[in-house]
Structures are given as C-alpha cells and as structure tokens.
C-alpha cells in the first residue's frame, strides 16, 4: 500500500465499541408476523402505493412506485397481504408518523419471479431506471437515490469511484462484517458502478482497525481483472465522512455547496454496491440489509433483516436487559432517538444501539462557552463552532451564514469535546432550521408582493385601457353628434362619460377587493404540510433548548 | 435531546484544576526563594473571590454549585494574588480581588463572557490606584538578612504593627523597578545590572521564578490546554522588541534576556494572555494577540508610566480580540475564492 494519504483536520477518537458486535456470526432475522414499509425511506419524493388493501402480494414485489426522477421504489419484504397503508410511526426523530403500507406476512415467503439484469447490454438510462425500480439507495445513512449517483451526466465523466469502508461511527460493525462475509458480492457491485461512470481509478476505503475487512476485500479486489485498491486509512471519526474520505484518499476537497462528482469523484457505501449486485445478479430489489443490534443488549451481533421488521423483535432477539435507557438508530455521535420501539427497520438503518445509564450516562448540565476553540480543533469541516454557537444562540443567522454555518456536517466531534458540554450540534441545527423557515417566510411574501404588484400593474393597465377606450367612443359619439343638429352642449356628454368610468372603476375595485387574497400555506399537499408540521415541531423543540441550557439545571440545585 | 450521545469526560473544572497545578511548581519556588508570605496572599485572594463569585452568582439568579465548582473564580484570583507584590496590605489584594470578580467577570455577565481579563482588570485597577502600595515586594532571602516567617508575612499583610526596619529589611525593588529607576536616574543598563537584585537573566530568585512558570506553562501546552501560538507569540513580541532596542542602544534598553526572565512575561505568556475568554479564538488572531501583548509590553515598560507593562498589554490586545477575530476566520474545508464572505 504505497498510496499517499493526507489528513483531514479535526476529527476525535470515541471509543470504538466494535469488538461487541462484529464477532458472532450473521443471521437473518426470522420473519415477523406484521412487516411496515415505509414509502418514503430516501431522500426525495416518496414512493406512490400501487396496491390496495387486502391485496396479496410476494417478497420482492413492487408496493411503491418510485415518484420522479430522484425517488426509489420499495417493496414487499415478504408474501403477504397488505393490512394497511396509511400513517404509522416511523424511524424520525419528529415522532410523527408518515405514510407506510402494512404487511401481514404468510410465513410462506414466497418470491415474485426474479431474474439477473444484462447490466452490460442495456442502455445506461434504462439500466438505471431499473435500479430505481428496485429500490436501490444508499445505505450508509443518507439513503440517496443510487440511480442518481450513477448518472454521471451528459458531459462529466467520473474517474474516480470511492468505496467507503470507513464505518467510523463508534459501534456499529455491519460493514465491517459485510466486508469480511460478502467482500465478492460487493466487487461485482463495484463493477456496476464502474460500468455507469465509467471510473478510471477505484479505491476502497477501509479504516484500519478493521484489518479482516481489509483482508477480505483485498483478496476478492485480487480477482477483479482491473485495479481496485484497496486502502487502509487512519480510524479517526469522521474519517468515514464522503467528504473526510475524499480528502484522506486523493488530498482533494469537495468545493463549499458543490457535489463530488464536480471534482469527478464519486462515493458509495459499501452496503449499498451489495444491494447494487443483489439487483443486478440476482434481480432482487432492496429488501433486507444487515442490521448491528449492540449495545445494552445480551447478545450484540449483525443480523440480515428485512425491510419493514419491527426493531422491537431484533432487540428482543440479540437478548434485552433490564435498564435500558433508550434506542439509538446509527452510532452514538449521529445516530437519532427512536420515540418507539413498533418502528421497522428501514433502508437507512444500519445499527440500533441500545442505551443503558452505565453506557450512556446523562450528559452534565452545559456551563457558558468559554471560547477555549477545542471545538474548532476538532471540527473537521474547518468551522469556528464558538462562534457559530454565539451566532445560533444570539439569532444572528445571517452571520451564522457567513460563518458557513451551512458547511457543517453535524458529525458532533465539537458537542464530544466541549468541556462545558454544550449541545453545539443542537444550536447548529435550529439556526439552519431557523433560516429554511425565514427563507421559506421569504420567499411566500416575496411571490405575495409580486403577485400584488402585478395585480397593481394590472389595474393601472385596464383602468388607462378602458378610459383610452371611452375617450375614442365618447369622440366618436361628439363627432356623430357635432355632425347630427345640436341639442345638448357637448360638455355634458363628457361628463356624463368621466361620471360612468369613474362608476365602472369603483365597481371594479369593489369586486376585486372581495376576492380574499390566496394565501400559501392553503391547498398544499398533505405531504407538505407534514413536512411544515414537523418542521416546527422540530424548531419548538430546539427553541425550547436554545433558551436557557441553564434551566434545568437551576431546577435541579 | 439529539446527538451525540456521547461526549468526553473533559470539563471546565478540569481544565482550571490543570491551570492551577500548572501554577503549583512557580509557588512553590516562590516559597522556597521569596519566604512564605505569598501563601497569605494567595489564601486570602481564594477566599474572597469565592465569596464574591457566590454572591454574585446568587445576585444573578444563578445556581452556585456548577460555577463555584468550575474553578475559574480560583484561578482569578491566584493569578491576581501571584502578580501582586508579595507584602501588599490585605484591603488591597481583596480589594483587586473583588474588582476582578464582581466587576470584571459577573458585570459583563460572568464565566465566559468577560471581554477583559478579570484578574488584570483587578491588577490595572491597582495600580493605578495605589501605587506605592504595590512596590511591597519581599526582596529574594538570599539578599534578606532576617527573612519573615509566615505569621511576621501575615503580620505585615493584615496590618498588624511590624517595626519599620524589619519591613524596610525585606522590602526591595524588583529588577524592573530597579531598571527604571536607574534609567531615569541616568544610569546606564550596564550600570544598574550591577546592582546585587540581578541575577544572570533576570533578577536574583526573580529568573528561577519565571523558570518555574515557564516549566507550568509548558506542562499546560503538553496537556492541550493551551495552544502555541500566544505563548510563543509573545515571548517573541518581547525578545523582538526588546532585542531591536537593545541593539540599537544598549546602555539604554534592558536586554531582551532580561525582559524574558522578569516572572511576569512567563505568567503573562503562559497563564493570562492564555486566558480563552478574553483572548483570540483563531490560529492566526492568537498569534497576532500573542505578538501584539509582547509588543505592548515592551512598550509600556519602556516608554510608559509604570515599571511593568504586562497587564495594560493584555488588557489592550483583550479589546482588539473582536476585530482580530474577525479578519483572521481560517478558511473552511471546500472554501473556494468564490465562496469566501467578505468580513463584514
């Protein structure tokens, strides 16, 4: 391995907690009686149901359509019927429910007909349509449509295509173990990828305390009849970050607000050119993943889980203990809080962590910010995070912008290291949420103001038309009247004509000022609305927070 | 709450406990070269400010326990009490001491929020109040023929009735007083260093004092608690400026060795212009904070009213902090030209 590598600066060193789940073997979880598909599982428009309730369908079928160019579609994880679609609770933070189609499985398991894709015969745009249909999407936790990543676009190419191996998250080991179990699997993956971007250079980045992985990877890399190499790189977290990756392996940056691909390097998770082979291979769209169940568990392993199980039956199955304080879905520096256990596990799912007081013990109440920049130190994005914090705390969004408060990652190295404990990602996260809802607020006023001007315009417009108009028939009428005998002054018939356009006018203005003026936030669609709900549920929740992180703690004393 | 969920277990209490047994190897050098008094000194200045950080924090509606425990109001007042003449009276080592936290710390809104140093708000205060009082200094024993124990310091301190010519007997000028005098006595540097309070860099005791700081300040830049670049930017603010004065005139500017081993530059460099809250938060802003304070100091000690300049500097360079702050952001991963902001 003589590939240069650089550093990323920051980054923090967690303890790793990967020697708990990555020994057992793997299992696939057994089937359990109700599975809950979520339609929106990626980012992007959610899926749309194409079945109906009461509906028998099998494993693999397709139940939502993908909606649009960057969606994905889901499927039946398993034969069954469907139960119900509509609202359940699903793995967000918010806690609120969104839509999801219920199976009630058989037991039989029975596959829809399934046959391997000829990747290298068909059109690329085909090709991809294809995987889109099959639900493909990255699974290292953005859960980013992979058709589109595969689109290299009408004039880029991508020389470079990135395997992140990274799993720097402290915890979660199923990359790892996909790795060191499914590393062939993951190469003919690889080869499709390469195939529709047409790479040049492949690297596999692996970080270094997972030297199985490595291992692994590197023998099946050896059967490859082009270069892959594979490359250990330094475990420090984020260093499995897309961005931190990049930097560490090629020494280049992703350019502030600019995709990868414009610097012509792509990235995917290792899990998802798995699932990318599946579909290929095998034709089997994305129904299952491997799932790290560890923590405050009896048992902590990986298991093969399929989409839409209840993270309930996987927890009881590694063995729950008495004690526990919470799940986590992810690691314990990104990972979000399940508000319920019913919750199924879903395609972004890569780890639940359960937490215990001895594991997780309460984090210490937040003292004031005393500027000491360790924050900055280790903040791998280059932020200055004391002053992002005054800006988020003090409102001043605009500065907070300037800051590039919209270059943080929320990777939480800054929250890890503040020795006065201040939820720092926290504040980041209502001041962008803060400036998506005054750009939002904006951009309705600004559309209502342009919609009252032009109304204005308008007016202005018809009233000088009308009168022009008036003007030529009134001439037309003095001249047929200087033409008949005079009986009446002519200075009459002008104001007569003055007196009528002014009554049209006001009649006119009358009407218009009945129409109620259309407001924005009517006949959205539900989605939308959903969306703005928990928006500010959302920002309640962190305006809450942002108030006074000294409040509870004056309870307390 | 949202994540992480984890965090390490580095506290504000453990980085002022570190600041203080950073501070442990100069006092006890102090001890050993100066006689005992300044334990008196450095009790008393403890137990006012924690008097006053309590009252304050209960005048402010804040809960005490988290911030008496956070240490900071310790660390005021034993860098107040350190910078202090080691015989000053007890009204004026409680009196900067209540400066320092009252005023300095909890007026501009207490830990984390004061704009100046608190314990060199305290010390300015001082001396420019009472100047006379602070030249108390106990000259190092090795010149003192009857040195005073630790009751004769306390003594002293509180007041009590100490015959003139013991205190006369300990009492000295400190190097840069001494420096000062000569010069406006038309001394030259030569001259006046062969007065028997200088040693080989600084004054006698003076120089293994500074040393002992030095060695703390060093300890806190291995634990991470500090960063290089204020104390490496300022002892070169000092060597530059008093070097390229002592160049050009040596029988009129003290040598830059000299101005180094006064222990204020060590404490100053290491342990106040350090201090977070009042300093620069960016690599480059501290290194300019850092330059500027040594700049000051030289400056002041040469051309200004007072023996030494260490304080007013860093007071000084606590009021650019915002401005160097801001034209100093470092640039941000994937920065572009384009997508740099303007300082506004």
Known sequence: MSRELFKFKGGVHPPEHKAESNTRPVHAAPLPKKLVIPLRQHIGNPAKPVVEVGDRVLKGQLIGAADGYISAAVHASSSGIVSAIGPAVVPHVSGLPDECITLSTDGLDEWIVHAPLDYRAMEPSDLRMRLRDLGIAGLGGAVFPSAVKLDPGATHSCPTLILNGGECEPWITCDDVLMRTRADDILQGVAVMRHLLGSTEILIGIEDNKPEAIAAMQAAAQKMDYAIEVVAVPAIYPGGGAKQLIKTLTGREVPSGKLSTDIGIQVFNVGTAYALARAVHHGEPLISRLVTVTGHVLRPQNMEVLIGTPMHTLITLAGDRDGTTGVLMGGPMMGMPMPDLDVPVVKATNCILVKSRDLFPPLPAALPCIRCTRCADACPAELQPQELFRFAKTGDFGRAQEYHLFDCIECGCCSYVCPSHIPLVDFYRYAKSEIWAREKEKRAADLARERHEFRQFRLEREKKEKAEKLAAKAQAKRAELAAAPATEGPAQTDADAKKALIAAALARAQAKKAEVAPKNVDHLPPEKQREIEEIEARRAKIRELARQPLETDEKKS | ?344
């Not at chain 2, 984390?112 to 602070?134: E, R, W």
């Open chain 2, 1 to 344: 709450m949202a994540s992480p969920f984890i965090i390490d277990r580095s506290s504000v209490t453990q980085v002022m406990a570190w600041v203080l047994a950073a501070l442990l190897p100069g006092i006890a050098v102090y001890v050993w070269l100066f006689g005992p008094g300044i334990l008196v000194t450095l009790s008393l200045a403890t137990v006012t400010a924690l008097a006053a950080e309590a009252v304050m924090l209960k005048a402010r509606g804040y809960p005490a326990k988290p911030f008496l425990m956070d240490l900071s109001a310790i660390v005021t007042a034993w860098l107040l009490a350190l910078s202090l003449p080691s015989l000053a009276p007890w009204w004026l080592i409680v009196t900067g001491t209540l400066f320092a936290i009252v005023v300095a710390k909890h007026l501009y809104g207490g830990l984390g929020q004061n704009i100046f140093n608190p314990a060199m708000v305290g010390y300015a205060v001082l001396i420019v109040s009472f100047p006379v009082q602070m030249t108390q200094w106990a000259g190092p024993l090795e010149l003192t023929a009857t040195p005073l124990t630790l009751a004769q310091s306390a003594s002293v301190i509180f007041g009590g009735d100490v015959p003139k010519a013991t205190l006369d007997a300990v009492t000295m000028a400190t190097p840069l007083d001494a420096l000062r005098t000569g010069l406006l006595q038309q001394h030259t540097v030569d001259e006046i260093m062969t007065q028997s309070i200088f040693g080989h860099y600084g004054g006698i005791g003076f120089e293994w004092l500074a040393g002992a700081f030095l060695l703390g300040g060093l300890v806190l830049w291995a634990l991470r608690i500090i960063s290089w670049q204020v104390p490496l930017a300022f002892l070169a603010g000092i060597w530059l400026a008093a070097g390229f004065l002592h160049f050009f005139d040596a029988g009129r500017f003290g040598a830059p060795w000299f101005h180094l081993f006064a222990p204020s530059v060590m404490l100053g460099a290491f342990f106040i212009a350090t201090d977070p809250v009042s300093g620069a938060t960016t690599p480059r802003g501290k290194l300019i904070f850092g330059f500027g304070a040594g700049l000051l100091t030289i400056i002041i000690r040469t051309w200004g009213g007072y023996p030494d300049g260490v304080a007013f500097a860093i007071l000084l360079m606590n009021l650019c902090v915002p401005l160097i702050d801001q034209y100093t952001q470092p640039r941000v991963y994937g920065e572009t030209k384009k997508t740099r902001a303007p300082p506004a």
